[in-house]
């Protein structure tokens, strides 16, 4: 019953790998989010679905990144020809909420995120 | 845009007193508050939506300014467990949109 379950924990991929993140939310819950968190740095929007809908991914870096929740529910960020540079923890939050919807009930709740290093 | 926390780190002795400044230069949807343990998920504290708008968790509260443009979090008495990395995450326009984290405040309670 849980929380948001992320996997790998850690993920080391020698650069020009492709890696795939893994996003469990919590079940029912229809809004889920990617962040990036870069050492000593306050999380990054990467990207959201509502659903199986990607309505934003402005904050994608690059094209090399893809994040995909084909049935609404699992994720899964890949980072394809993976650089240095994307070495960080990567984070996924789940929401109850629509956006759009007016309500204090909010809350992202955030998996334990998985720490990628790319040698 | 992401908001302005100060100060950037903080060190206390067990039952002091803080508090942390979260600053937008445009009006704001909401607030929201995580405490960050290293190695760890962020975990959500409050949220706060309204100006004037106090709220109280534990002997952690915040509060939200008549103008929605900055948000203070008060920790009182505080304990070797609010010892983390405290984040504000902002949100315009709507609910259930993305947060924007502010860089993140180091607080460090010591017996």
């Known amino acids: 019953g849980a929380g948001v379950s992320q996997s790998p924990r850690y993920k080391v991929a020698k650069r020009g790998q492709d890696v795939a993140l893994r996003c469990d939310p919590i079940?029912?819950?229809?809004?889920l989010f990617w962040y990036q968190q870069a050492l000593g740095q306050g999380p990054e929007f990467l990207t959201y679905?509502?659903?199986?809908?990607?309505?934003?991914k402005s904050g994608l870096p690059s094209d090399r990144f893809f994040a995909e929740r084909p049935e609404g529910s699992v994720s899964t960020l890949k980072i394809q020809r993976t650089q240095q540079e994307d070495s960080a923890v990567y984070l996924c939050?789940?929401?109850?909420?629509?956006?759009?919807?007016?309500?204090?009930?909010?809350?992202?709740?955030f998996g334990p995120g998985t720490r990628l290093t790319v040698l | 845009q992401q908001p302005v926390q100060s100060p950037q780190a903080v060190i206390l002795r067990e039952g002091e007193d803080a508090v942390i400044n979260c600053s937008s230069s445009?009006?704001?949807?909401?607030v929201h508050w995580y405490r960050q343990k290293h190695g760890e998920a962020p975990v959500f504290l409050m949220i706060?939506?309204?100006?004037?708008e106090q709220k109280g968790h534990d002997k952690i509260s915040a509060s939200f300014n008549e103008k929605k443009q900055q948000s203070s979090l008060y920790l009182t008495a505080s304990q070797l467990s609010y010892s983390g990395t405290y984040f504000c995450?902002?949100?315009?326009?709507?609910?259930?949109?993305?947060?924007?984290f502010g860089g993140g405040t180091r607080v460090l309670v010591k017996p």
């Open positions: 939050a789940s929401s109850l909420v629509l956006a759009g919807e007016s309500t204090t009930y909010n809350e992202q709740f």
């Open positions: 079940s029912g819950h229809v809004s």
């Open positions: 679905f509502q659903n199986e809908a990607q309505l934003d």
């Open positions: 445009k009006a704001l949807y909401s």
């Open positions: 706060l939506l309204k100006g004037g």
């Open positions: 995450g902002t949100e315009w326009g709507a609910a259930g949109n993305k947060l924007t």
